[in-house]
């Protein structure tokens, strides 16, 4: 065989070797790209994100556009080919696969968790929203989950009412925790709660639950010694906070996870529940969490929302405080990045956008 056939059939062998390489060898690696945007003022599958009944609504224009992430599911792996043409494509990133799916999170586990997240999210949305408007919320402190195997278990539920430990009566989540906590291990502590289904029924008549049982719980010793070796107190259970609210607020918007479409949901809900435009018929987008006070947290994927919401027509982009300086290090051309801490913040900022009085908006710097 000529020297240079054998030289070309040699280079070729290497080639379809390291193609195949490429192909079967996969590395810990996850992608991360832009994924839809979805106009809270708008529709989705053809019904309305938003859905109010039981209080007047106005119509509304604009954008004021949640956004969203594309990942790659925890069980697959990327081969080097797939994880070299993300790092260098400009609309995609990629990520130590640990980053996004840490402790071993299975796809299932991630999903479950996500899912979690975007209903508490949904619950936050609406508090902060009316809260803005000055309309009262109905809150009550429940038991949100009950640890198996606990001295809970069987006694409390998820979802009942917890009106007092002890004969106190409980108004924050930590009061329940405070209370436990006066006893020693071993001890009974007494809760006077209204279970879950007459707790949901009362809300269904637009009512507070009221009466309630008292059941006693022996408690046991926390799995550690708190520092000084004092035993701690604990029932099993965690609790939390529910609402109950003056008309009905749906959000209906499928295939999404997580806790950063809040602060979008929550200006959503303004703008429905008050007339006129809170964009002045401006396309804008944003993202971040919301506590029922307000706050706005960041998130994750600042820089493939951004993407996003540009590629979507967004003009201005409400931004977390938190995540300014990634998202003003990256900025999309066209897109005028927005400062936010709160949703007062937010709403100050429409009205300048709404009145075209942008030259004072809060902006973001890197570093």
Same mark, same amino acid.
């Given at each position: 065989?000529?020297r ?7 280079? @070729? ?8 390489a ?5 590395v810990?690696?996850?992608?991360m790209?832009p ?8 529709? %989705? ?9 039981g209080?007047? @609504? ?9 956004? @969203? ?14 994880s ?10 990629v ?8 402790d ?34 109905a ?5 949100? =989950? ?7 278990e ?6 009942d009412v917890?009106k ?6 409980? +108004? ?13 291990? $071993? ?8 279970p879950? +289904? ?6 269904k ?5 009221e ?5 006693t ?10 520092? $000084?070796? +004092? ?22 918007l ?9 602060l ?5 809900i ?8 809170l964009t002045?018929?401006?396309f804008? %987008? ?17 820089n493939? +929302?951004?993407?996003?919401a540009r ?14 300086a ?20 937010a @709403? ?12 004072g908006?809060?902006?973001?710097? =890197?570093?």
């Amino acid at each position: 065989m000529p020297r240079r056939t054998a030289t070309m059939l040699a280079s @070729t062998l290497v080639l379809i070797a390291l193609l195949c390489a490429g192909v079967l060898i996969k590395v810990p690696y996850a992608e991360m790209s832009p994924g839809p945007t979805v106009n809270t003022l708008g529709e %989705a599958r053809g019904e309305p994100v938003l859905q109010i009944s039981g209080r007047k @609504t106005y119509p509304a224009s604009g954008h004021l556009n949640m956004t @969203t992430v594309r990942v790659t599911g925890a069980d697959y792996r990327m081969n080097i080919f797939e994880s070299v043409y993300g790092w260098l494509a400009h609309d995609s990133v990629v990520v130590p696969h640990d980053t996004l799916y840490p402790d071993g999170k299975t796809e299932e586990e991630s999903t479950q968790e996500n899912a979690e997240e975007f209903s508490q999210s949904q619950e936050s949305a609406k508090v902060a929203a009316l809260n803005e408007l000055k309309i009262p919320v109905a809150t009550r402190v429940v038991v949100s =989950t009950v640890v198996k195997d606990s001295p809970s278990e069987d006694k409390l539920h998820a979802g009942d009412v917890i009106k007092a430990v002890d004969g106190t009566a409980v +108004k924050e989540p930590g009061d329940v925790a405070e209370l436990v906590t006066k006893h020693q291990p $071993g001890e009974d502590v007494t809760f006077t709660i209204v279970p879950a +289904k007459e707790a949901a029924a009362a809300e269904k008549a637009g009512r507070e639950p009221e009466g309630g049982e008292k059941i006693t719980i022996r408690t046991a010793k926390a799995p550690a010694a708190e520092e $000084g070796g +004092k035993d701690r107190a604990i029932v099993g259970i965690r609790a939390g906070t529910d609402h109950t609210f003056p008309f009905e607020i749906d959000i209906k918007l499928a295939d999404v996870g997580g806790p950063s479409a809040g602060l979008m949901f929550s200006l959503g809900i303004i703008d429905k529940l008050t007339p006129g435009d809170l964009t002045g018929g401006s396309f804008v %987008a944003g993202t971040g969490t919301i506590d029922d006070a307000g706050e706005v947290g960041p998130i994750g994927g600042i820089n493939m +929302k951004l993407v996003g919401a540009r590629d979507a027509g967004a003009r201005y982009f409400l931004t977390p405080d938190d995540n300014c300086a990634s998202a003003a290090a990256d900025t999309p051309s066209g897109l005028t990045l927005v400062r936010v801490k709160t949703i007062e913040d937010a @709403t100050k900022s429409l009205e300048q956008i709404r009145t075209g009085k942008t030259a004072g908006l809060p902006s973001c710097a =890197t570093g």
